[in-house]
């Protein structure tokens, strides 16, 4: 690869998207350098910011021949280093591609990948209709994005995540040619499924410009819970006995009391009163149209809490205490990183694992001398753990907590689980994929990545381990 641009590279990018639309400055190279992970930052050596799926061929025919990487950019907002550009190279913005268009009468949409997924929400919900995945940093992260990375969020445990609602997709290959992946139809049996090889591709194997969405009609109600444990494991333990009890909820989410109490800190106008002797909570929701069904799913499970050890629970009465929950527990990634350097795994087991996962990671952090702070969506048992430097030396941050996070992602496995629900694997997770699969399966992938981008320019050292 070509890490750094020629001057007739920079004039040739400046004759296909125009001369405001390329930056070459340090500043701007150094914002879009970044994502949310750690403290990473690899600048590109140009940002460049198309506004048609032309454009983008032209650009990428002129990469493919002079070997140039190309990092696609959307909102920043990923965990795992996605969006980096580790060997500089185009960091190709997607920022103009921002339309929506939704089509009421089949319940579908064709979206930009740079529109805000918040944004999406909303103008569905304006529709009458519901799209449902919804990441915490749904107010910021980009719908190109979360297909990238097969966002999910709290409600996934109910609606899927976002691979649940792609039908189809525009994306434009390494070697500039644009196509469609499949069809704007709720079945499609014919050939490939190439669009759900590139949902959750993290911009390796081609830039997704078009986005075509399944939508669903909204809901009219919902009952919200949040509920005090006097034990982490047992809050674990009540995920799956709800399920158990035959009730699906909506969003079942976890939050340790150093999550609540951090995030209490850090988010104004959310205030909750919490006993010294609570360890967790549970936010729990069910959705639906019928008050009298919800208000019986919502007894049921208040019968299967009362097997635990639990505080009074509070039920938000309001639309403003449900915001008020909801903003709290969207915000505890934020809280957490504005404590202390942190790194964030992204766990997932069956979820009835959740308690033997949740006792494994305090136990590697005992063994190798960090503390974790965990969150997440408890009810499809993923796991967020938050490894915390805090007062660690720089050696011991560089080579324990790697110790521990192999150890954190062994357990998981062990328990049928995977390294990533939904932030992806990206540049920080990647060699740690020898856990997850035998060297015949990363072949295979290796083998996928060669087909679609023989010079290997799309998004380079992502996903696949560096010794592969």
Known sequence: MNTTLSTENITTLEQIVGAPYIFTDEETRHHYGHDETEDYNFPPSVVVKPGTPEEISAIMKVANEYKIPVVPIGG???????????????????????????????????VGPAVITQVFREAAFEKGLFYPPDPSSQGSCTIGGNVAENAGGARALKYGVTKDYVLNLQVVLPNGDIIWTGANTLKNSTGYNLTQLMVGSEGTLGIITKIVMKLLPKNSHNILMLVPFFRSAQACEAVAEIFRAGIVPSALEFMERDAIDWTLRFVEGVSIDIKDEVEAHLLIEVDGNYPDVLFAEAEKIMGVLEQFDIDEILFADTEDQKNALWKMRR????????????????????????????????????????????????????????????????????????????????LTVALKGTLSGEHGIGYVQKNYMDIAFPQSQLQLMKGIKQLFDPNNILNPSKILPDNL
């Open 331 to 410: 915000a505890v990634g934020e809280a957490v990183k504005s404590n202390s350097v942190y790194k964030e795994e992204d766990t997932v087991v069956p979820r009835y694992e959740l308690p033997s996962l949740l006792a494994g990671i305090k136990e590697a952090g005992r063994k190798y001398g960090f503390k974790s702070v965990c969150y997440g969506h408890a009810g499809d048992g993923n796991l967020h753990v938050n490894i915390i430097k805090g007062d660690m030396s720089d050696e011991n941050w560089r080579t324990e907590v790697p110790k521990g996070i192999r150890e954190i992602f062994e």
């Open 76 to 110: 920043r907002t990923g965990l795992s280093g996605g969006a980096l550009s580790i060997h500089g190279g185009i960091g190709l913005s997607m920022e103009r591609f921002i339309s929506i268009e939704i089509d009421e009468k089949n319940l579908q949409a064709i």
